[in-house]
């Protein structure tokens, strides 16, 4: 039951209960006159002292001779002269009292004649009286449900963001200077016949600052900013993300000229017709709505519709055509420059020690998106806090990359000896494979401390940002991957489930090299399994096998024999190099963690 209804509910008895409780006071009220018990009455009868006596249904009223009043009650049935009988009044007394028999009367009679038939009814009542009041509220929101709930962002709000606080990007901030002239001063392109795109998409992975570009346009073109999530279209009922559109358009044009933004865009936008089930439809509507209206406004409207996906792959074509989505920019990950940068500007409000160089922490964060460069700095933040530590330091910092990367220290996960020594082998088994192996990178540092899934890690940092990646980079990496492993099977004789997930992703990238980037000797160059998604009950089935049995074969094969050369790899230098293993293992056990210098040293 919702809360409002228990609210209510508890509210309903309370007025009833006063209400009783009023009743009864109300017949206590005035002068009452005293009352008595029937053995008393009786006794009274023989002594002659009783005038009259009255009776109303089950009470009686006697009068004294005295002139005193009292009240008695009586058992209901059963007549007050048998009564008294039974008391031992005799006859003759009896007949000296006046006896009179009234109608039952007064409030609290009528009540106690009433209440048990009209209480059923007031319950009842009161209970249709809230169902109906539950009704009409649900009612009320199916009624809210057609119109969008996008938020709007006044222009000018107190957290407006401009282009400065986006760091990098820099052909994204260009393509998007042209939007913000358009919006400031749309008449001089008009004028000149100029047609401005209606919408824009921005493509990039997650955390690489789509949505906080999107803000920065409305921003530094100081227009209105209508911020709406593709997940919101979606609702339970079919229709209502086409009127949301609908609602949303209709909104934007009253308040043109403004922005409306549909963040994550591919949960209304992914292909149509891809996917079973019921949710389809509902999203097959919303999108043709979405492409209805971008045709429906004329092109100068004023309105802009910014798009933000990391998945274009998966996007209806449709959206794409001209005179809708037609431009679209991509957001790459940020660069060495770029992570300098947006430590800068999430710097800015951190007072940061002298030792802190941010040009090393980009060069120690390849990989990191924006939102991971601003988590960093944050959580380096918090943990200066926690400390009482009135700067942000260095050793803080390289903690917080850690910490982004591989999730919170748990030092509550205690291994015991053996444990740490598997661990320890584990780990010196990726960083040797990794050290003797030439195309892998480069060992930054060795941890038997659990973070995160992990009980140890090994940080391997590239010596510039990369973009490709070669067939002898990869070969490498699988032998790194499998070095825990080897390095497990060979000292201890035994396997502990600690190398699963290496083993897992050596597998994938195994594959990928097989069917995605034609790295086999043996197979033709071309793809294996179509990458197309479908979506069945809620879970996406990817690629759908385009190859005859025969290949399938194939490629298990060219999988499995990448795998055993990884092996074999990693076999082969760890056997060679124990010397340097247990050397690196016994540092690992006395310190838990080794630093890149160190264990180049012990290398040496
Ligand atoms: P996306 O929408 O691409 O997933 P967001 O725009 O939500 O990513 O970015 C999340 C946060 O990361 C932003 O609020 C910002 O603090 C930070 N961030 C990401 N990219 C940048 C950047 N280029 N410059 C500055 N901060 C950034
Ligand atoms: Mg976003
Ligand atoms: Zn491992």
New binding site residues.
Partial sequence: MPKYVVRNLILFFVVLVGLGVLFSTASLTGDKPKEIDLSTLAAQIGRDEVKSIEIRGNELRIALKDGTAQEAVKESGDSLVSALRDFGVEPEKLQAVELAVKEPGGFSYWMSVLLPIILPFLLIGGFIYLMMRNVQGQNMRAMMFGQSSAREVPKDGKNRVTFKDVAGVKEAKEELTEVVDFLRNPKKFSALGAKIPKGVLLMGSPGTGKTLLARAVAGEANVPFLHISGSEFVEMFVGVGASRVRDLFAKAKKTAPCIIFIDEIDAVGRQRGAGLGGSHDEREQTLNQILTEMDGFEPNAGVIVLAATNRPDVLDPALLRPGRFDRRVVIDPPDLNDREEILKIHAKKKPLAADVNLRKLAERTPGFSGADLANLMNEAAILAARKDKTEVTEAMLLDSVEKVMLGPERKSYVMNDHEKKVTAY??AG?ALVAHFSKHADPVHKISIISRGFAAGYTIKLPTEDKRMHTKSEFIDDIAVMLG?YVAEKDIFNELTT??SS?LRKATSLAKDMITRFGMSDVLPPRTYGEHEEMIFLGKEIHSQRDYSEKVAQQIDEEVAALIQNGKAQAEKIIREQRAKMDKVVEVLLKNETIEKEEFAALMA
Avoid: K
Wanted: aromatic share 0%.
């Fill in positions: 584990h780990e990726h825990g600690g190398a290496d």
